[in-house]
């Protein structure tokens, strides 16, 4: 069972375009992060998500968390090939220890053509 | 900015050898983390290690797997006896204590079982 969905799988936008990066789940996080990796290299953290609804806003990248803390999403303004890149989001399951480990969504790959 | 590092890079093994693979995190940070990624596949959690014992484990965390941290610095994952299987990119991560789990990834290793 995929505890995080992301939607879609694979994006290919023009240089300019808007778009936006779904991160869904039935269960509820404590917090979620957006990752950015690139390949051969290890997940970057872009932005961590706390309170249901919350909006964040990293440049041209607008992150918000669902108000039931069951699912996100990544908008980015404007794309640039510089975007392009595996977009990961991943949430905090909380269990009896307090290591919190992070669930990892399977990852929106994006390309952006000039 | 401090980092976490990860040597090798890349490990070539044969099926039923050892291999270690070294993690160095960020140094006031508490947990610590291995993740892998098989090629094309999501980030899955492996295990992760606070005061120095394992506080959660996956089921791909087998007894084949083991964790130490032998000198306050160095993390270390072992697989005792590689199998094909085992062919994937291992990160390790490392994150101070806060609530929301923001975690600090190495650039990988890349083990090969041939």
């Known amino acids: 069972t995929q505890l995080l969905e992301q939607s879609p799988q694979f994006l290919s936008i023009q240089e300019g375009e808007n778009l936006t990066v779904y991160c869904n789940s039935s269960?509820?996080?404590?917090?979620l992060q957006w990752y950015r990796q690139e390949p051969g290299e290890g997940p970057v953290l872009l932005v961590t998500v706390v309170t249901g609804g919350e909006v964040k806003k990293l440049k041209r990248l607008t992150f918000q968390f669902g108000d039931a803390r069951k699912d996100s999403s990544l908008h980015i303004t404007a794309a640039q090939p510089g975007d392009t890149g595996l977009y990961l989001c991943?949430?905090?399951?909380?269990?009896?220890?307090?290591?919190?480990?992070?669930?990892f969504g399977s990852g929106t790959q994006l390309t952006v053509l000039p | 900015e401090p980092e976490v590092t990860q040597t090798p890079s890349h490990q070539v093994t044969q099926m039923g050898q050892e291999v270690i693979l070294r993690c160095v995190p960020i140094s006031n940070h508490l947990y610590f983390y291995w993740y892998r990624q098989i090629l094309g596949q999501k980030v899955e959690f492996l295990v992760s290690?606070?005061?120095?014992?394992?506080?959660?484990k996956s089921e791909i965390f087998d007894d084949q797997f083991s964790v130490e941290r032998p000198d306050g610095s160095n993390f270390t994952l072992k697989i005792r006896s590689t199998k094909l299987e085992d062919s994937a990119m291992y990160f390790c991560?490392?994150?101070?204590?806060?609530?929301?789990?923001?975690?600090?990834f190495g650039e990988g290793s890349r083990l090969t079982v041939l």
């Open positions: 991560a490392s994150r101070y204590g806060s609530n929301t789990g923001e975690l600090f």
């Open positions: 991943a949430g905090v399951v909380i269990s009896s220890g307090s290591a919190r480990q992070l669930t």
């Open positions: 290690f606070y005061n120095n014992e394992i506080s959660e």
């Open positions: 269960s509820v996080f404590s917090s």
